[in-house]
RNA sequence: CGGAGUGUAGCGCAGUCUGGUAGCGCACCUGGUUUGGGACCAGGGGGUCGAAGGUUCGAGUCCUUUCACUCCGACCA
């Protein structure tokens, strides 16, 4: 296409709020547009190319193990959330509004409940499972604080994935297919990411799983062993137990635990000095929504106590009417992995994907039923699979740029090569320019133009920022027959024959 | 919700203390000179100064109220 009809609105300047690479290369290479501020965006040309190539790599791959991509209704009843008992859990996330009618609505944050409605009302026999139903859609939480442009927007597009069983090793087996197909996308786009292990949080379910894309700019912490395949989230992460006496000296942190309905606890957590609370993890413990600090001066009735102190504490030195022993304390860097007894480190990930073994947890509270071979009615066992699509954009960008702009990865660049006419009042130049674009396009390779009349200097800025993967300029020495091919990454030039100029660029764009 | 701050042209900001013609840079439009690293000259368009009320001969500026957003902490793909 040719840039001078194209709406890509690059910039100079550096949008005040945006401080991470890939929300200020995303603005300002123009491929996205801020919606007063709010955590909501527009994608531009260019932007929308690159989902599309994010989406189609993960739309090919699905395909490929068998899922099946559908659209649900963005617009869910909220009757659907009170039966599944998740609208409390939720809570101020769940943008809820009200049609003319007075009917309650939520827009989906996710699908869980939309989906087995959907499964409970058209599957009834074990004969038509198992069944993995996906849909690459919007999504919108109403986050407390969005921030970082893409990386968490309030609206945002997100590739979901249920999957429907008639027993545990059966979803065990969709899950571990899963990884595998997720390892596989990611490694098509172009990521470096890791598997770790993870919390599920206000999903549900046992088993859970998340893909990082390791960048220093990552919001979660992760720990990765150094020795062999261990990672996991923080959050839930474990660590070889260490041993102590009974002369340790422990620390007692009082916080208060918030349940549905508004209700709470006090709760006293006992941890060995020098260790630090998992909230995440203490959370899971009690069987809590959330914790807060307390300031409350009263003994607390329930206390919990990191299991590795186990008997150096003495129980009794607690006045309370329930103790339990919990892993509840965060993995240092420095401890040692359970599985292969390695040093365990810190890294920063970006979670781009999550699966989840969620076993009966919806399809119960939503009666979502089949008839098993002996006409027996049983729960489906369920699997749950999500991408943040939109986020990978953002992620990719995290992960892949330099101080000049964007370098997007073979399968999501918005073009594979940029023509650029240096001078467009040079008509030698703009005639090698329009013949190799034509070329290319005749060849099916998607090709930028730049015939912007600007001059060279602007249009490298602009194509160093927009970063598609090559590049070739119509320059200074093209009366000596020779024209200049770049790489964007590390911008390598090499000076190229005018007259084997269209087959070497094929044959560097394709290889 | 707790703490800090900001609202003036599409974007980034000055002007507010000390009331008196609405400013600057970038972007945009016209003409000309330029054309290998964000050119230059000349001319031009664009604003209910976040909103409401008040004080005053006169309010971007002072007073009151209100709304919005940003930044730092607890949630998430």
């Not at 869980?112 to 919007?138: A, C, F, G």
Request: glycine letters at 8%; proline letters at 3%; aromatic letters at 10%.
């Amino acid at each position: 296409m040719k840039f001078s009809t194209l709406l890509i609105p690059t910039s100079k300047e550096t949008p005040g709020d945006a401080s991470l690479a890939s929300h200020i290369y995303l603005l300002r290479g123009g491929f996205i547009d801020s919606v007063g501020d709010s955590g909501l965006y527009n994608f531009l040309p260019l932007g929308k190319k690159v989902l599309d190539k994010i989406r189609f790599v993960v739309k090919e791959e699905l395909d490929r193990a068998g899922c099946q991509e559908v659209a649900l209704s963005f617009v869910t009843p909220e009757s659907l959330w009170r039966e599944s008992g998740r609208l409390e859990k939720y809570g101020r996330e769940l943008l809820r509004f009200k049609d003319r009618k007075e009917n309650n609505f939520v827009l989906g944050p996710t699908h869980e409940e939309m989906m087995v409605n959907l499964i409970r009302r058209t599957v009834k026999s074990y004969k038509q499972l198992p069944l993995h139903l996906y849909q690459i859609n919007l999504k919108f939480r109403d986050e407390i604080r969005p921030r970082f442009g893409l990386m968490r927007g309030r609206e945002f597009l997100m590739k979901d994935g249920y999957s429907f069983h008639v027993n545990r090793e059966d979803m065990q087996r969709e899950f571990a297919h899963m990884e595998e197909t997720y390892k596989t996308i990611f490694t098509r786009l172009g990521v470096d990411f890791r598997v770790v292990e993870a919390d599920s949080g206000a999903i549900g379910g046992t088993g859970s799983k998340e893909f990082m894309v390791l960048a220093d700019s990552g919001e979660d912490t992760i720990v990765i062993c150094e020795s062999c395949e261990y990672g996991a989230n923080i959050e839930a992460a474990v660590a070889e137990p260490k041993v102590y006496d009974e002369g340790v000296t422990y620390i007692s942190v009082k916080m208060k635990a918030h349940y549905d309905e508004g209700k709470s606890k006090v709760i006293a957590f006992v941890l060995p000095e020098g260790a630090e609370l998992q909230e995440v993890k203490a959370c899971k413990a009690v069987g809590a929504n959330d914790l807060s600090v307390s300031d409350e001066s009263a003994q607390a009735p329930i206390v919990v106590i990191e299991q590795s102190l186990g008997a150096a504490v003495d129980p009794h030195d607690f006045d309370a009417k329930e103790i339990f022993y919990e892993d509840i304390s965060s993995v240092k860097e420095g401890d040692r992995c359970v599985h292969c007894g390695g040093v365990l480190r810190y890294t920063k990930g970006i979670e781009v994907g999550h699966i989840f073994q969620l076993g009966t947890r919806y399809s119960e509270a939503l009666g979502c039923h089949f008839l098993d071979e002996n006409g027996k009615s049983v729960p489906m066992v369920m699997g749950t699979y999500g991408i943040g699509v939109s986020r990978l954009l953002a992620a990719i960008i995290e992960q892949n740029h330099d101080e000049r702009g964007c370098i997007w990865t073979r399968e999501c660049a918005p073009f594979i090569v940029q023509i650029i006419v240096a001078n467009m009042k040079d008509e030698a130049q703009k005639a090698w320019g329009e013949k190799l674009y034509y070329e290319m396009r005749e060849k099916g390779i998607e090709v930028l133009f730049d015939d912007r009349t600007k001059r060279f200097g602007s249009k490298m800025r602009d194509y160093e920022l927009i970063g598609i993967p090559y590049a070739v300029v119509m320059g200074k020495n093209l009366p000596e027959g020779k024209v200049e091919f770049i790489t964007r990454e590390g911008m390598v030039k090499e000076e190229v024959g005018i007259e084997d100029l269209s087959l070497f660029v094929e044959k560097r764009v394709l290889s």
